[in-house]
């Protein structure tokens, strides 16, 4: 990792006191947290702690049942607020990659830019070869996803979040259905991302990469954030005995 350039903590994006249930299941019972601009934030905790869920909501994906989300200092979850509007700026990346079998790297890339946002299939194309070359896929726009690798697929899903150029990128734990020798190249990509001043929002697994790339670190517990900090304070001297717990089965699994 190379050094980031100094920028102001503005806010870029809020969440007010969260909630969200699935049936009478509730997933977020309070959230509250902040991403300054150009930060990157980690959410790390245990499965079932509302990780993905709060990513959904913040792309609107998923109605949050109270609260506010607000992007920078707008609230995206108000009545009226149009959801493709909001997703020109922020982009996501899912876990399983999410592309179409029966079009090539170059058209799933595309597909979005030229469908929803309208933009021309030759502009669309010149953007989407350019973002495939800088990250090492430009031998690969005409191939099929059934024929390159995981970790091919996962920086294709990248490549398609960033046609639109998004001031936030959330990333729901893109590692997680890759081999581990493919977690490598992945994270790379990541890490060029917030060297160049991406506000990132990662759900991840991958605790030594979180102590990292991270400006912040926030740990989930039953749907709400309860500790965050700096990488080197929140997993070197956590406070609260739940995430003292759960760092210390993540180090006895030897996972950082």
């Known amino acids: 990792m190379t050094a980031r350039p100094p920028h102001a903590k503005t806010p870029k994006l809020e969440l007010i006191d969260v909630h969200k249930s699935y049936g009478r299941t509730p997933v977020l019972r309070g959230m509250t947290m902040d991403v300054a601009e150009h930060d990157v934030v980690c959410l790390i905790g245990p499965s079932g702690c509302g990780k993905s869920t709060l990513l959904r909501c913040v792309d609107l994906l998923d109605p949050i049942a109270s609260g506010q989300i607000l992007l920078d ?26 592309l179409f079998p029966h079009l090539t790297v170059l058209d799933n890339v595309t597909l979005a830019a030229r469908r929803v946002h309208h933009v021309s299939k030759r502009d669309a194309e010149a953007k989407a070869n350019e973002l495939l070359e800088r990250f090492g896929l430009a031998g ?28 936030l990128l959330l990333l729901d734990e893109v590692t997680s259905a890759l081999d581990p020798e ?5 994270l790379g990509l990541i890490g060029e991302l917030a060297d160049g001043g991406m506000t990132m929002v990662l759900a991840t697994h991958e605790m030594g990469f979180a102590r990292e790339v991270a400006d912040k670190v926030c740990f989930l517990s039953d749907g709400r954030v309860l500790e965050s900090g700096p990488p080197s304070q929140l997993f070197e001297d956590p406070q609260q005995p739940r995430t003292q717990q759960f760092l210390r089965l993540v180090h006895q699994a030897g996972r950082i």
């Open 73 to 98: 200092g707008a609230d995206i979850t108000a009545r009226g607020v149009s959801a493709d509007d909001v997703r020109r700026r922020v982009g996501i990346v899912f876990q399983s990659f999410n």
């Open 140 to 167: 690969l726009a005409r191939s099929y996803p059934n024929r390159i690798s995981g970790g091919q697929n996962q920086r294709a899903a990248i490549v398609r979040a960033l046609m639109g150029q998004p001031e």
């Open 182 to 186: 493919l977690v490598g190249e992945v």
